[in-house]
């Protein structure tokens, strides 16, 4: 039986993720989950002074939608969806856990974060009222809606209840009221399943959304790539999407940038150009979820793509586009500015 060490400099040291820098451009952090996958958090206070080490000026902040089971049969309690078998089940509470977390911090900062609401079960018709609420409850926290879990690999197998799809009926409200208040909308939706690759099996689903809600502004995240999650063609089917839809936006964040974009490290030329045509409608995410001590790490490797864009484009990506959809949404709710949209005679 192996013992621990009894010399804790034999142990690796960790603490080494604290002390990254981030990227060395200036940048928002346009996907970052609070809690884990039990809703712990270490607290936004906490992410404030991570992201004043690591060169970050804001962040796009929301829960998780889901909570993982501890089913009586496994001894220890898992952490991630993938530790064990057990079940996720929807959790509202996430919201609230966000917003207090963020009602606690000074005006400056909450200034540089954008939280936005998850936690309702996207197969509910009545999931707006949710949504709704919590605009009532916590007036002036929210500016939009997201991380909302469509197709997302083995978590739509563990997650009780119908899958979750982009098309189903009971999400119209909910795209509707993000139209209507032009809320940015984060999906996970993946484009195919993980024993298809040969063609993006679920991709209608997401179109079908985009065509019936082309105002709301709908934020693809990872281009719809998850773990085992891939089709032949990827550049050339975010390119057509982008073009075809002009509310759409994309975020490059988690498996997508480091299998697809920038491969070992490596920009991909096609995705610099993708980056360069679209440089207003593109976000970086760091996709840490709870765990905000690797936020540094992760953003640093950003650096090898920014560093093949141009000026603008890097900027864009890298603060404005944020700073544009999220600014623009905070209050908007709460002052009951509806988008206008145009009539003819």
């Given at each position: 039986?192996?013992?621990?060490?009894?010399?804790?400099?034999?142990?690796?040291?960790?603490?080494?993720?604290?002390?990254?820098?981030g990227s060395?451009?200036?940048m928002?952090?346009?996907?970052?989950?609070?809690?884990?996958?039990?809703?712990?958090?270490?607290?936004?206070?906490?992410?404030?002074?991570?992201?004043?080490?690591?060169?970050?000026?804001g962040?796009?902040?929301?829960?998780?939608?889901?909570i993982?089971?501890?089913?009586?049969?496994?001894?220890?309690s898992?952490?991630?969806?993938?530790?064990?078998?057990?079940?996720?089940?929807?959790?509202?509470?996430?919201?609230?856990?966000?917003?207090?977390?963020?009602?606690?911090?000074?005006?400056a900062?909450?200034?540089?974060l954008?939280?936005?609401?998850?936690g309702?079960?996207?197969?509910?018709?009545?999931?707006?009222?949710?949504?709704?609420?919590?605009?009532?409850?916590?007036?002036?926290?929210?500016?939009?809606?997201g991380?909302?879990?469509?197709?997302?690999?083995?978590?739509?197998?563990?997650?009780?209840?119908?899958?979750s799809?982009?098309?189903?009926?009971?999400?119209?409200?909910?795209?509707?009221f993000?139209?209507?208040?032009?809320?940015?909308?984060?999906v996970?939706?993946?484009?195919?399943?993980?024993?298809?690759?040969?063609?993006?099996?679920?991709?209608?689903e997401?179109?079908?959304?985009?065509?019936t809600y082309?105002k709301?502004?709908?934020?693809?995240?990872?281009?719809?790539?998850?773990?085992?999650?891939?089709?032949?063609?990827?550049?050339?089917?975010?390119?057509?999407?982008?073009?075809?839809?002009?509310?759409?936006?994309v975020?490059?964040?988690?498996?997508?940038?480091?299998?697809?974009?920038?491969?070992?490290g490596?920009?991909s030329?096609?995705?610099?150009?993708l980056?360069?045509?679209?440089?207003?409608?593109?976000?970086l995410?760091?996709?840490?979820?709870?765990?905000?001590?690797?936020?540094?790490v992760?953003n640093?490797?950003?650096?090898?793509?920014?560093?093949?864009?141009?000026?603008?484009?890097?900027?864009?990506?890298?603060?404005?586009?944020?700073?544009r959809?999220?600014?623009?949404?905070?209050?908007?709710?709460?002052?009951g500015k509806?988008?206008?949209?145009?009539?003819?005679?």
């Amino acid at each position: 039986m192996n013992s621990m060490p009894s010399d804790s400099s034999a142990l690796p040291d960790l603490s080494i993720l604290d002390r990254r820098n981030g990227s060395k451009y200036r940048m928002f952090d346009c996907h970052v989950h609070v809690v884990d996958f039990l809703q712990r958090t270490p607290g936004l206070g906490r992410l404030i002074e991570y992201m004043d080490e690591t060169n970050l000026e804001g962040a796009v902040v929301f829960g998780l939608p889901v909570i993982k089971k501890h089913s009586e049969y496994e001894e220890e309690s898992p952490e991630y969806y993938l530790d064990d078998d057990s079940d996720a089940y929807y959790y509202s509470h996430t919201d609230d856990i966000v917003a207090l977390e963020y009602l606690k911090l000074d005006k400056a900062s909450q200034a540089r974060l954008y939280p936005t609401i998850c936690g309702f079960n996207p197969n509910d018709g009545n999931a707006v009222d949710h949504i709704r609420k919590m605009f009532e409850t916590y007036p002036g926290v929210f500016c939009g809606i997201g991380e909302l879990f469509a197709r997302h690999d083995d978590l739509t197998l563990l997650t009780q209840g119908e899958t979750s799809r982009m098309n189903n009926r009971s999400l119209a409200p909910v795209l509707e009221f993000a139209s209507e208040y032009q809320l940015p909308i984060l999906v996970h939706s993946n484009v195919t399943t993980t024993w298809v690759h040969d063609y993006p099996k679920f991709l209608h689903e997401l179109e079908e959304a985009l065509r019936t809600y082309p105002k709301a502004p709908i934020v693809f995240c990872h281009c719809g790539i998850s773990r085992r999650v891939y089709a032949p063609f990827y550049h050339r089917m975010v390119e057509r999407l982008l073009y075809q839809y002009p509310a759409l936006y994309v975020d490059f964040s988690w498996i997508l940038f480091d299998q697809v974009v920038c491969p070992n490290g490596v920009p991909s030329p096609e995705w610099i150009g993708l980056a360069e045509t679209f440089s207003d409608r593109i976000f970086l995410g760091s996709d840490v979820i709870g765990n905000f001590h690797r936020i540094g790490v992760t953003n640093e490797r950003f650096d090898a793509f920014l560093g093949a864009l141009s000026q603008e484009t890097r900027e864009n990506i890298c603060l404005w586009n944020a700073r544009r959809l999220y600014g623009q949404a905070k209050n908007r709710v709460e002052s009951g500015k509806k988008l206008k949209f145009p009539t003819w005679e």
